[in-house]
């Protein structure tokens, strides 16, 4: 199915929370927006092509629509678009997960609607500086309008685009983003953590703990806890953690076969 909306010039947004102000920020120089959100609703922005606060039906009647909700909440926004989307709009979803957010979207949303899975690969912490060279994950679902949406995001917002399917974006994200934000939470739980005599390699550990912090405790849920692949991951990480854990504990190669110890650690306690 390709798009019948020829030229794109309205764009909405379910969702208003700090991803959502973000994207309204970069995207209303270039499209109109119509904005929902009850907890949350903007006030009228007239700047760049203009931001209004709107219904779930003027937000659905929009060439794009996007679901920057968290990704248990994006049946309902589904529920509440569904009867006023327009033939030919297409929907994206934001979420840090993206098999369980396209199963739902295909299951829930009309046949004659595209649908694309999204995922920026950053934040408000990390985008505090601009967009460009930052990179989003694009897994086309329905429709054919994911060259030309990927051809904005690159010429336009200059950001590095990656096309790829849910699951392989799952398995990658599993690692990539679940090690990084468990690492950071722990980390936080360990604090006061020092912050005079501290090395490169420290200060850079504490820069990505502190892209996270502040993220809301539903993205990091959805990243461990809706990703069916974060758990192989946790428990890979876990395991080897243990594993070092004795190894230090015991202090001698004795005290544990190599072949149980992560490789690097063998080779030394080898050596």
């Not at 970069?26 to 907890?39: E, G, K, N, T, Y």
């Not at 601009?130 to 690159?154: E, V, Y």
């Not at 790829?164 to 468990?182: F, I, P, Y």
């Amino acid at each position: 199915m390709s798009s019948k909306i020829r030229a794109i010039t309205t764009i909405g947004i379910m969702g208003f929370g700090a991803f959502g102000r973000l994207m309204a920020r970069h995207l209303q120089p270039h499209f109109a927006l119509r904005v929902c959100d009850p907890d949350s609703a903007p006030a009228a922005d007239a700047s760049g092509k203009g931001l209004q606060p709107a219904s779930a039906a003027e937000v659905a009647a929009c060439d794009i629509i996007i679901l920057a909700v968290p990704v248990p909440a994006i049946p309902e926004a589904i529920a509440a678009l569904r009867p006023h989307l327009k033939a030919g709009a297409i929907v994206l979803d934001v979420g840090s997960v993206k098999i369980g957010p396209a199963r739902a979207m295909q299951a829930a949303l009309p046949d004659n609607v595209e649908i694309i899975g999204t995922h920026p690969l950053f934040g408000p912490q990390s985008a505090r500086n601009g967009l460009a060279g930052l990179k989003i994950a694009l897994c086309p679902i329905r429709g054919r309008s994911t060259p030309r949406i990927a051809a904005f995001l690159r010429h336009v917002l200059k950001l590095k685009v990656v096309v790829t399917t849910a699951d392989a974006h799952d398995r990658e994200v599993a690692m990539v983003q679940g090690l990084t934000h468990l690492i950071a939470k722990i980390l936080v739980r360990m604090e006061p953590l020092p912050r005079t005599m501290t090395t490169a390699s420290f200060d850079l550990l504490m820069q990505a703990t502190e892209m996270v912090r502040y993220d809301a405790p539903n993205v990091f849920m959805a990243i461990e806890r809706a990703n069916p692949h974060a758990k192989a991951v946790r428990d890979r990480f876990f395991a080897l953690a243990e594993e070092m854990r004795l190894f230090l504990e015991h202090g001698h190669a004795e005290a544990a076969p190599s072949s149980a110890l992560p490789h690097k650690v063998a080779e030394v306690a080898q050596a």
